[in-house]
């Protein structure tokens, strides 16, 4: 298991990483966090996010302190994308935490299921990793991020050791998103075809080409609408793919240098315009952006 502090800046986050290799290691690094929050003045009961199998596990080692912590099965909080997860963690964070959201959160990432079935989406992981300790930085919440060896794998530990303070090998996450960010995307197939404005209605026939339902193609319509909105310009757009992977790329003449882009939960439900990659990140698997020269591609996935 993985507890010794190294070298960043201090922020109220304390942003943790345990790794273990057997249940009975789990719950040696996730019980103590538990009763660690259960004693927290001034927190509301902490909650632990693993999988069924291994809250079962808690429960048992909590005895009758298990009433008094929150148990959600992680399939029913990891259920998309990595900004996803932002969401789903700023929304709990706003409607249960202490004041300056204090809570202590035990949480395991659905290695098995989507979030650790490709490199692509491992990367997509370990930025919102790195992230996190930029989003989350200024509130006084307590997370435990439970790493195991069966399912996640040795490469993917390896990374995300990079992406927690407590570690030797913490990274600054500009640096490391910055990283991830310099593979350079793969060249549009010799079959993408240019969009014509007005891109909402060009993106809803193309989308339905390449057989997305209506509703589909009307939801992936918007997340370019509101990607294009929120680059301000846009000199080219490609489309390519089939359902349920159909692909959009914007090109602007400007860079955007920002790595929280789209990843900032919004402060109200109405989104400003410069604020559209959240709800691009929100609806598409992925949304890939790369600053190249004196421009900026983004390019989203949808499915």
Not at 15 to 32: I, K, Q, S, T
Not at 173 to 188: G, M, N, W
Not at 195 to 209: I, K, T
Not at 218 to 242: H, K, Y
Request: hydrophobic content about 45%; charged content about 20%.
């Amino acid at each position: 298991m993985t507890s010794t502090h190294h070298g960043p800046t201090p922020t109220p986050f304390d942003h943790r990483m345990a790794v273990y290799g057997a249940d009975d290691e789990f719950v040696a690094a996730a019980l103590p966090f538990l009763v660690e929050g259960l004693g927290a003045p001034g927190e509301p009961p902490p909650v632990a996010i693993a999988a069924p199998d291994k809250l079962d596990l808690l429960r048992d080692a909590l005895g009758g302190d298990a009433s008094s912590v929150t148990f959600v099965p992680h399939t029913e909080w990891y259920t998309g994308s990595a900004a996803n997860a932002v969401a789903q963690g700023a929304g709990y964070l706003a409607a249960h935490a202490g004041p300056g959201g204090r809570i202590h959160l035990l949480m395991e990432p659905v290695w098995n299921g989507r979030a650790g079935r490709s490199v692509r989406e491992t990367t997509e992981w370990i930025r919102y990793e790195a992230l996190a300790n930029l989003l989350f930085a200024p509130l006084a919440t307590t997370a435990l991020c439970a790493y195991d060896t069966r399912t996640a794998g040795a490469a993917i530990i390896e990374a995300a050791r990079r992406a927690h303070p407590d570690t030797a090998v913490y990274e600054d996450p500009v640096r490391l998103t910055a990283e991830l960010d310099s593979v350079p995307l793969s060249l549009p197939p010799a079959a993408a075809e240019p969009l014509a404005r007005p891109y909402p209605e060009a993106v809803r026939a193309g989308a339905a080409a390449r057989g997305l339902a209506p509703a589909d193609a009307e939801l992936f319509a918007e997340a370019v609408t509101a990607a294009a909105t929120a680059l301000g310009s846009v000199t080219d757009a490609l489309m390519w793919g089939r359902a349920p992977a159909c692909v959009c790329e914007l090109r602007a003449p400007h860079r955007l240098d920002d790595p929280l882009a789209g990843f900032v939960p919004p402060p109200t439900p109405e989104l400003e315009p410069d604020q559209g990659l959240w709800f691009t990140r929100q609806v598409c698997a992925y949304v890939d952006v790369r600053d190249e020269g004196a421009g900026t591609t983004v390019r989203l996935q949808y499915g």
